[in-house]
């Protein structure tokens, strides 16, 4: 038994350390929140970097002993890059990128340090939204569904009350 628990505490700060991947999706044109936060509950922003980098390790953003620092940022994110310092203490550093082309579509990593904690996010990029290829057909149909529901819902609740008035009428009998 002690055995066994010696091993689940060793799995979970082994999957503590591990991070999956999470995918988002975006359209062209839009904005995507990239998310990395730390399991570090005593975090100091003074000892804490944190490095965005894409699958061709180009760099998105970088923060430095809990200070923006911009000058190695590739000039494809220059200005399309926005961050939540008032996340940070918290241990958020997600990112926001903005004006998303074919060109962000991929994988993108957040490495903390010191405690390297490593987050990978897939980011699948669509031409447009669904709202741009379907939008009004889309709507007419929900309007459609919602009542065909309703209308069901009615029949049903009229036909079991018809059904409960008739079984009352048969078990009372004639007067």
Known sequence: MIIGFCFIVV??????????????ESFIGGSVLLPCSSTQHDLKLQDT????????????????????SLESQ????????????DEYKRGNFSIKLIDLTHADAGTFICLITPSNERETVQLIIKESTDQENHGPETQILDWWKILLICVFTLICVFGLSYFILQQRKR???PI
Request: charged share 20%; glycine share 4%.
């Open 11 to 24: 799995f979970a700060v082994l999957i503590n350390k591990v991070s999956l991947q999470v995918t988002v």
């Open 49 to 68: 970097d944190v490095f965005w980098r894409n699958k061709a390790s180009e760099s998105i953003y970088d923060l430095i002993k809990g200070t923006e």
């Open 74 to 85: 590739n000039s494809r994110y220059k200005n399309r890059v926005q961050t939540f310092p």
């Open 171 to 173: 078990t009372q009998g």
